[in-house]
């Protein structure tokens, strides 16, 4: 049996697709390369914007996703150890966001497709692209699927975008010259994502559920390995560039994270759509990966239901609309990691990036803008 579309990839991107699509009435089947267990216990991402908040209480699922999880209202920075909140949720005219760990956000969507009857094969292997110019057909292992639309929501890693002729895609790399090292920890959250600025370099502590914290620390790379480091080095390091003597505990997960943005244009090929990091990689500062994901997935629900309703306007403006939020959400990932890192180690630059930091809370225009693009913005209306 042909089903409207074939869902490649089951994280926030493809979920979110999926339960959109399911609720619109649209027949959908989701292939997803892990077991459960990896896809639900994935830890990455900690905050839901509002914008992405919104997409799922349009849709009727907010019980299911956003059930008891706690509104983002301030954001905490310590400018050399000096406390500084920004009221995130005033700022915004109250559009906080919300605090969900994305592997429960995974499992939440998740378990909602398939208690509704949705059609999601893990561990579907090899999947391959074919005929995405005529009728779609998307195999893995021996079965074989025909479909309308592919949406490819495989991740940076995945095969969807490789299954677009190299000549039809320009593509943009950034290095922005900072090294992160990243650490899961059993450590009680701060009551505010935290963020610790200074000579030392950059740290931040993010709430990951009741009873975990991850943790960020700049590194110089090529001068620093963080992998050489001992927990205990570490700790120092935090401890120092966080002003909090009292921190401390397990560390369950280290990563470097590359701090490098991606973006290939167009968001489309053909029958095939890309969303989330498949199409494109944003660094975490200012926490929209996830969000754009979301965000990119929303759109696309609408414009494959309409288009399964014999309307393709808005599935042809997919792209467009898209890569209008994905390079505004990488300018403002690119401005706040100028503004809380020292990445050229001139004191003329320091004094800029200060200055920048100071006027968020002596200008209310400019804390109003900042909050705005934390809130995420609705390209769309
Ligand atoms: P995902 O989450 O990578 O999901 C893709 C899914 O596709 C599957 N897959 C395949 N399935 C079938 N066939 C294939 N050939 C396949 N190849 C892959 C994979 O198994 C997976 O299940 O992509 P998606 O849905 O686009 O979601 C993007 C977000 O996960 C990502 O942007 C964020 O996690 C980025 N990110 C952060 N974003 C934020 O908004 N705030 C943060 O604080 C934040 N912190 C982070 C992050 C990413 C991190 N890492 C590890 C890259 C912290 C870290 C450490």
């Not at 959250?189 to 610790?196: A, E, I, R, S, W």
């Amino acid at each position: 049996m042909p089903t409207d579309v074939v869902v490649v990839g089951a994280g926030p991107a493809g979920l979110t697709l999926a339960n959109l699509l399911q609720r619109n009435g649209i027949g959908c089947v989701v292939l997803e390369a892990r077991d459960r267990s990896y896809v639900e216990e994935r830890q990455r991402a900690g905050v839901l914007d509002h914008f992405g908040g919104r997409v799922f209480a349009e849709a009727g699922l907010a019980d299911q996703v956003l059930a008891g999880v706690p509104t983002q209202t301030f954001l905490e920075f310590r400018y050399e150890g000096e406390p500084r909140l920004l009221d995130i949720a005033a700022l915004s005219d109250g559009r906080g966001g919300s605090i969900v760990p994305q592997q429960m956000l995974v499992r939440r969507l998740l378990t909602t497709f398939l208690d509704e009857g949705g059609d999601l094969r893990f561990n579907a292997k090899d999947v391959e692209l074919h005929s995405l110019g005529g009728s779609p057909r998307v195999t893995y292992g021996d079965v074989s699927l025909d479909c309308s639309y592919v949406a490819g929501c495989d991740g940076f890693h995945g095969v969807s975008r490789r299954s677009i002729p190299e000549d039809e895609l320009t593509t943009y790399t950034f290095d922005h010259g900072i090294g992160w090292y990243t650490m899961l920890a059993d450590a009680s959250p701060p009551k505010y994502p935290l963020m610790g600025i200074g000579r030392h370099g950059f740290a931040a502590q993010f709430p990951r559920g009741p009873v975990a914290s991850r943790f960020y620390l700049q590194y110089k790379p090529g001068e620093e390995d963080p992998r050489a480091w001992t927990d205990d080095e570490a700790w120092d390091k935090l401890r120092l560039r966080l002003g909090d003597p009292s921190l401390g505990g397990t560390i369950t997960d280290r990563e470097v994270v590359e701090m490098r943005s991606f973006v290939v244009e167009p968001m489309a090929y053909e029958k095939l759509f890309l969303a989330g990091d498949a199409a494109h990689i944003i660094t975490p500062m200012g926490a929209k990966g996830m969000n754009l994901a979301i965000a990119d997935a929303y759109v696309l629900a609408g414009a494959l239901t309409s288009a399964v309703r014999g309307d393709d306007t808005a599935l042809r403006a997919y792209s467009d609309v898209c890569l209008r939020r994905t390079w505004d959400y990488q300018e403002f990932s690119r401005w706040f990691t100028e503004m809380v890192h020292d990445t050229s180690g001139d004191p003329f630059q320091r004094r800029l990036a200060r200055a920048r930091f100071d006027r968020l809370f002596t200008n209310r225009a400019a804390g109003v803008a900042f909050a705005d693009m934390m809130a995420g913005v609705d390209l769309v209306s």
